[in-house]
């Protein structure tokens, strides 16, 4: 190992400090029903807080509390799993009628082995289930699916915000996936408004004079994730704000994120 | 697509808001050498910003000043490609020295296609180029390796600063990495110490009752996400208190995270 030496150390320059950023739990005692106003609720849940929105803040929400508002919810009781769903559920003891419901909401299935099963849901996500779940609803009666166009939905919900407070800001709705590779879910967001997904660096400069090569940072993923560390299946807790990060404005949705299957080395 | 009727809103039930988690910037304008003391470094900056640790902080790393302390940097002068890493270098533009390192680190090829070099490394990390980087260097001349042993560094600069603290925080340690299905890089914890990596609450039950089945959440990704919203490439800020989340205290390392290759569908 070749060492450089301390006499190459370069001088301290004096640089900007980076903001410090503030992830802001809204909590949501109420269930949020079919037809709710969502931005409404959430507004609500703010001021009960006595939580003020800020220019610069984002809102990130689970999608489950939004997959409710639209009416994303279906009665297991009324799905009848075909006899090929039946028949997988059983031998690892899974609920035929969720089976059903993912095969629904594909597009493709990506795996369906050990009793994992991996689609590709109609809007590209590639995760278990096609994120068909029944926690949070009502007990294991209820199934929730995506919303159908979560970019859309963020849009909406960020178009109600304005209007109710003026303010402009990004929303990203989320949803916890399984990764290849590494064990443990962690949030992603599924649908983006107001702000762009990927922060591309390539072709800035380091401190060095590095000209950066792959630099594309998933900023939209990791204010996902860091909300994860604030929202909970537990804590009816399905939203946050995320104060003082600097994104970018501009357009951009969820597909950005996504990898078409084409360059993609690992379908 | 089935509605829940309104009469069947659960009455709202007082629950305890979650706190607020903060991402506290470390800003690092020295550069680290190896053999510098890491643990003073880092310290000498948090005083610098008036920033006082506090116990149930996190301290969260990137590893290129983990690895730079350590000595993991070699001269890329001193690097003679294999034939077979300067050919398939050459065919996408790019530096073979980087690819014959990114081999010497690996413990296999996971793919090697459309110029992208994804390895696992010695220490079970799938990932490209076996995370050898030049980036944040010295211009081009030298690259970083991953530490041998990132959970050993985290433990040590846990050590070190409950010595020169009394507190005794978490440390982890990230870098990083692409994504199979998804575009852009985000942060992910390759080294632990003083924390469980993993969050499950599988048999805990929602507040309807239902008992969770899936919920194992990767809390020390998440975080190492989080993390990667206030460090950067280019801001000369490479490490982070993580201030108010809840961590689990406990043995634990960043082998939790990854996925045995006997139960992964995607490799």
Redesign the interface.
Known sequence: ????S?E???A??????????????I?V???I???DNLAENLLASLRR?RIRLEPGDIFVVKHKIVSKSE?????LA?VSPSPESFAWAQQYALDPRVIELALREARSVI?R??G?L?TETHHGF?C?NSGVD???????R?AVLLPENPDRSAANLRRAIQRRTGLSVPVIITD?FG??????????AIGIAGMK??RD?RN?C?????K????????A???A??A???C??????PACI?RG?RYETGAGGVR????PAS?????
């Open positions: 190992m070749r060492r450089v301390k190459k150390r370069p301290r320059k004096q640089t900007r400090s980076p903001a410090e950023v503030r992830l802001i739990p909590p005692p109420d269930e029903l079919p037809g807080c009416g994303r919810i279906l009665d009324m795996r082995q050990n994992v991996i590639l278990a029944v926690s949070n609803v009502d007990g294991g209820h916890s990764r290849p590779w590494r064990e443990g879910l962690t949030e992603f997904p990927l660096d800035r380091d401190p060095h004079g590095y950066l090569k792959a630099s594309v940072e998933a900023v993923d990791e204010l994730s860091a994860g560390l604030v909970g299946k537990l804590n009816r807790t995320i990060f950005d994120l996504l990898r360059s993609d080395l690992f379908r």
